[in-house]
């Protein structure tokens, strides 16, 4: 099975030869890939020589051989590099991406796009008309260029303490905007994720209601249990996560890493529709031994068939 | 029902226009600015406890505390003769390398609610920024957030900044979010970690009470 196939499978709810793998985005390639991708100064440098085409193609072979070298079975990539990316590594899984169909709260201006929620939804109404409309837009060449999935829709919905928004205004705005951008992908043929750290109990139920394909992160560290998700959901959406990369990839030994690692596989991999990730993304604090320990687990104990939890 | 009491209201449902006009009108009436005042209190509290048993979200929490802001901005100039006292000053950011603020905009509202004049210095501050707050107001207690592990050696050089400006021993440290942990808080040197934003109340309430 390639990983390609394998990473599909999943997102089908099915078993495939063993747990895909990926990250939504990996810090340090040059540990594993034994040479740094473009970035920051040196890319804004080279851009503005004219070399952009050079840069994509560096990183874009970087993120393939970063694949190889792990065993992650897809990799996040942009518009342009998908033509390249199937010629170049055609057995990989491919993941677009595109924008959010509503606003969000957050930063400084957090409470003038909470006061749209309750005195502008006209408005705001029409923006995430337009928004959603842009993102339809986004992935119709993603999912004619085949990639396997599409990562957006919405972005971060909540936080430790909950969700930003009263669960009311999800139903009544945001999810039904969602759900026309999910509805128009799986007409085109395509799949689509959303990825959002925080506590989302309270309007997990109205988010899985959209048709959403899978959900990344599955936040441990505000008290999402991917197992009480699993089982709620896991016959509807394929689980992408969720081994916490805020404590222990960054703070505990590697095997530590393992046993959560392992855990991880027991509650969410049975039956299919799971997809092995850290709970946010790979960054640089994480030491790369702890990074190797969730890796190695995933190869020793995510075959199928995968024993459930207790089994 | 007193304009007080209908502001008060009118502010735990988050009538914002009615609120504004409500308060102009009592204004003008020549009602107590202090009564309009702790009619913000006791809304801004009930608004806590609707928050605590998840009637309302940090949404309503936020909003609620604008529209409070939004009083207060209405009264200062009324206030201005009137002695109030406040249960103490904090000073709260979200530490250098991290953007993250909703949590922290919890807290805000929280420590509105309980009586604390907040300095809010924003998202991904300097270490500098929060000594030069802290020495200004000559506020005892500091409120630092963390959003991102990446940004946790910031909160470190907080901590090293304060103590090469003399403070360290006046000012108590709280830390918290989704970045940290009680161990980590204590190990960059915090004096606390604040698991949620209601426990961090409690701890700054326990720092700042004044002895009977």
């Known amino acids: 099975m390639t990983p390609r196939h394998r990473f599909l499978a999943a997102l089908n709810l099915e078993e495939p030869d063993r747990v895909p793998m990926f990250e939504l985005e990996f810090q340090y390639p040059e ?17 503005a020589a004219g070399k952009g085409d050079e840069v994509a193609r560096h990183n874009l072979e970087n993120q393939i051989a970063l694949c190889r070298g792990l065993g992650y079975d897809a990799f996040p990539l942009g518009v342009q590099q998908v033509g390249l990316a199937r010629k170049l590594a055609p057995e990989l899984g491919l993941i677009g991406g595109c924008g959010t169909v509503a606003p969000m709260p957050g930063g400084m201006d957090a409470i003038d796009t909470i006061r749209r929620f309750y005195f502008d939804k006209d408005g705001l109404r029409r923006e995430c ?13 993603l999912v004619e260029l085949g990639v396997e999935v599409i990562r957006g829709g919405m972005d971060d919905m909540a936080g430790k303490e909950g969700p930003y928004l009263n669960p009311r205004l999800y139903d ?67 689980l992408c996560g969720n081994v916490d990369c ?18 991880c596989i027991r509650k969410a991999s049975p039956g299919g529709g799971h997809i092995l990730c850290s709970s946010n993304v ?12 969730m890796v190695e687990t995933a190869r020793k104990y995510g075959r199928y068939p995968v024993p459930a939890r207790g089994a | 029902m007193s304009l007080a009491e209908e502001i008060r209201r009118k502010i735990v449902e988050l009538d914002e226009p009615t609120v504004k006009m409500l308060v102009d009108q009592a204004l003008k009436a020549g009602e107590s600015p202090l009564a309009l005042l702790e009619a913000v209190r006791e809304a801004l509290a009930e608004i806590g406890r609707l928050y605590e048993e998840r009637t309302y979200f940090l949404s309503e929490l936020i909003l609620a505390s604008g529209i409070s802001q939004t009083v207060l901005d209405m009264l200062t100039p009324h206030l201005a003769a009137v002695h109030e006292e406040k249960k103490g000053k904090v000073v709260i950011g979200t530490v250098e390398g991290s953007q993250h603020g909703m949590g922290k905009s919890i807290v805000i509202a929280l420590l509105l609610a309980n009586g604390y004049e907040v300095y809010d210095l924003g998202v991904n501050v300097p270490a500098e920024q929060f000594v030069e707050k802290l020495r200004e107001t000559g506020a005892p207690v500091l409120g630092l957030s963390v959003g991102l592990v990446q940004a946790l050696p910031s909160v470190a050089n907080v901590i090293a900044a304060l103590k090469q400006a003399g403070l360290r021993e006046k000012v108590k440290v709280i830390l918290g979010g989704n970045a940290a942990n009680p161990e980590r808080a204590l190990e960059l040197g915090c004096d606390a970690y604040a698991p949620s934003a209601v426990a961090g109340i409690q701890i700054i309430n326990d720092w700042t009470k004044k002895p009977d």
């Open chain 1, 129 to 141: 008309e337009e928004r959603a409309r842009a993102a339809i837009e986004q992935c119709k060449p």
């Open chain 1, 246 to 263: 805020a404590w222990t990839l960054v703070r505990l030994r590697p095997e530590d890493v393992a046993r959560e690692t392992r855990e």
């Open chain 1, 31 to 47: 540990k594993i890939t034994g040479r740094p991708s473009i970035r920051g100064e040196e890319a804004q440098r080279l851009l």
């Open chain 1, 172 to 238: 009544e705005i945001v999810f039904p905007y969602l759900k026309a951008l999910v509805d128009a992908v799986h007409g085109m043929g395509g799949k689509l994720f959303v990825h959002s750290d925080g506590d989302l109990k309270p309007i997990l139920e109205g988010l899985v209601n959209t048709g959403i394909d899978a959900l990344h992160s599955i936040d441990p560290s505000a008290g999402m249990d991917i197992g009480a998700v699993k089982q709620a959901y896991g016959h509807r959406l394929c």
């Open chain 1, 282 to 293: 790979i960054h640089t604090a994480i030491p790369l031994e702890n990074t190797l320990a």
